[in-house]
């Protein structure tokens, strides 16, 4: 079989190269396909790295080269100043360099040899250099270099739909099997500008009508307006004008329409793909066509899976190792040590409530190692972070800079809890935590649908738990997850002091649990994915399915009961009571962009607030659980008596 794996970023042949994850993921793919006796190679783009990679590798020139003048509509709001169509006018040569036996095809030429420091345009050159639009530029020039170069019967796997929407479209017809895998979780509903895709299909004889019938149907209900306003901070859902001649389409439903198959990174993540299950969003979403397009081809949507490296696989948990790596930072070996790895994030990373539930664990008095590798370009100005280490250097060491990798297994090794609070279910598999497990690290971490193939349970009784489950969060600054940081924390240094033999149990299913995820088993599913769609079968047949994943994420038994209130109207506005057995947020949401949400306060076994009098008589409601589940409602203003 020869397969292609073609991404914007493809540099994890080159350790100093990397920039993002998604490299090693891609790098530790292709070496399995190659040893599994399948012809494997890559298309990326140069990034003007050329000369720095001749400097370790032979660099042939491949005699191809194209050119390309590509007209793309402007969405006018967002590109004031620039004309409504711009051309981009584009000439591209290829070049390969050979690695270990796998061919890796250059794009290099105008803005392919941009950004060599980032490989992807800054957010903020959005609206205001075309150098932004350097993803759709490499989408047409590794089209034509598919189309021209690479024969037919090719498998040609794609990596994070923005980066390459229009790439199966621009495919079709030409003879290959085109898989797509959503890296991360961007909002679900994430658009594309309707203008600019069908102008780009047609000027490559690609099929425009692809983009028809994927905008969304209007969604102007009052609940519906409340929705739209307050759910960007969610970071769930992201909000597009609607304007005459200027659709949005779904991104996600564009790229499904043209693949042979469509994975994800776990079951966890396609389940929160298909359903925003318990979530703010959760509602809103069964209206969209984001939701109708992947539901209607369910038998496309598979999990490939993600893996944790080769070296984690066989770490070894050494009472040595932990004590010269904890003396040697100046801490008690003794004391139970905690654990977190991750770039610096604070949103994405749940990292301001872990500084926070951290501190409010040490202020009261607890005792324990805290160790923080929170990777970031510069030293952050984190007054959290800051205040933490001011407080308790004496228990706290934290670097943000680069660790090694040996270091980094030296920490994991030398740790009891690892703690990931991540938010707003942006991780769709979480490598750092599966190899903190593999060392024996016992997981503390947020309940995402993302993460929960790790088997954090928030009941530690339950069959398999490995670790401790934090309630999800979907807010920025939430102060509900730090103190769930807090108290899952204490609750868990119990467990290290009181409880030996559960201590024990937990360690060994979490070292277990975490080296069962390797890369040939991931190699074995996507080859399995890959000879379905060569077949013409059913992708979803050859691998764990969307049944078995919405299966696994079927909802807790209990219903979660939100309640009810009341709204009596007074002189200067509303006095509003809610209660509810499962209530522990209560929002008043008005009906407008971003709109300013008033939380009620507790009083005793209910909430209570003053809101300004609505327009219509009928306050929004958005209920918030202790598990993170949320419920949305609409309370009618009445008279008092």
């Not at 929407?165 to 309707?194: C, E, I, M």
């Not at 060569?534 to 050859?542: I, S």
């Amino acid at each position: 079989m020869r397969i292609i794996e073609c991404h914007l970023e493809f540099s994890g042949f080159d350790d100093h190269l990397v920039k993002a994850g998604t490299s090693v993921y891609l790098w530790n793919l292709v070496q399995h396909f190659r040893d599994a006796g399948h012809r494997a190679g890559a298309v990326t783009a140069a990034h003007g790295l050329l000369p720095v990679i001749a400097e370790q590798h032979e660099v042939t020139d491949l005699g191809w080269s194209a050119r390309e003048r590509i007209p793309v509509p402007l969405d006018p709001l967002e590109w004031p100043g620039f004309p409504p169509t711009v051309t981009l006018d584009v000439t591209a040569r290829a070049h390969r360099v050979t690695v270990d036996g796998i061919d890796i095809v250059l794009l290099s030429g105008g803005v392919l040899d941009a950004f060599t420091d980032s490989f992807h345009p800054p957010r903020e050159l959005e609206g205001r250099s075309l150098d932004f639009l350097k993803p759709l530029v490499f989408q047409v020039m590794a089209a034509r270099y598919l189309r021209e170069q690479v024969p037919a019967g090719t498998v040609v796997h794609l990596h994070e739909p923005i980066h390459h929407y229009l790439l199966p479209a621009l495919l079709t017809g030409h003879g290959f099997h085109v898989v797509s895998t959503v890296q991360t979780n961007l909002a679900v509903n994430t658009k594309v500008y309707g203008p600019q895709v069908r102008a780009v299909l047609e000027h490559m004889d690609a099929d425009p009508s692809v983009a028809d019938g994927l905008a969304d149907p209007p969604l102007d209900s009052r609940t519906e307006r409340a929705m739209r306003g307050f759910l960007p901070r969610t970071l769930l859902y992201r909000d597009y004008p609607e304007r005459e001649g200027h659709d949005y389409i779904t991104m996600l439903g564009l790229v499904a329409r043209s693949v042979a198959a469509m994975d994800f990174l776990s079951a966890g993540q396609l389940d929160h793909a298909l359903t925003q299950a318990e979530t703010p969003f959760e509602e809103l979403f069964r209206r969209l066509a984001v939701r109708r397009e992947l539901h209607a081809r369910q038998d496309l949507l598979v999990v490939g899976g993600c893996a944790i490296g080769d070296e984690w696989l066989d770490v070894r948990r050494d009472d040595g190792i932990r004590e010269r790596t904890l003396t040697g930072l100046g801490l008690d070996p003794a004391l139970p040590t905690l654990f977190h790895n991750a770039r610096y994030s604070v949103q994405h990373k749940g990292q301001r409530e872990l500084f926070r539930g951290i501190r409010s664990l040490l202020d009261e008095g607890r005792r324990c190692n805290v160790l923080l590798h929170c990777l970031a370009s510069q030293p952050p100005d984190d007054e959290d972070l800051a205040a933490l280490v001011g407080d308790h250097g004496d228990l706290v060491r934290a670097v943000t800079g680069p660790m090694s990798n040996a270091a980094i297994r030296d920490w994991a090794v030398a740790s009891d809890f690892c703690v990931f609070p991540s938010k707003f279910e942006m991780d769709t598999f979480l490598m750092a935590m599966g190899e903190a497990m593999a060392a024996g690290s016992v997981p503390v971490a947020t309940a995402q649908r993302g993460m929960r193939h790790f088997g954090h349970a928030a009941d530690l009784d339950a069959p398999g738990a490995t670790g401790l489950a934090l309630p999800r969060s979907f807010r920025v600054d939430d102060p509900l997850l730090a103190e769930a940081v807090r108290a899952g924390l204490e609750r868990m240094l119990r467990v290290w002091h009181e409880e030996p033999d559960r201590m024990a149990t937990l360690r060994a299913r979490s070292v277990a649990v975490a080296r069962g995820f390797t890369w040939q088993a991931v190699a074995r599913r996507f080859l399995a994915v890959f000879e379905a769609c060569r077949a013409g079968t059913r992708p979803a047949d050859a691998v764990p399915s969307v049944a078995d994943a919405l299966r696994a994420g079927a909802g807790p038994a209990k219903p979660f009961e939100a309640g009810d209130g009341r709204a009596v109207r007074e002189t200067d506005g509303v006095r509003v009571r809610w209660t509810g057995r499962d209530a522990r947020r209560v929002e008043i949401v008005p009906p407008a962009p971003g709109p300013e949400v008033i939380a009620l306060d507790r009083d005793g076994a209910g909430f209570t607030g003053w809101v300004p009098m609505p327009e219509d008589a009928v306050l929004v409601v958005l209920v918030t659980g202790a598990d993170g589940r949320t419920a949305w409602s609409e309370l009618p203003v009445g008279d008092a008596g």
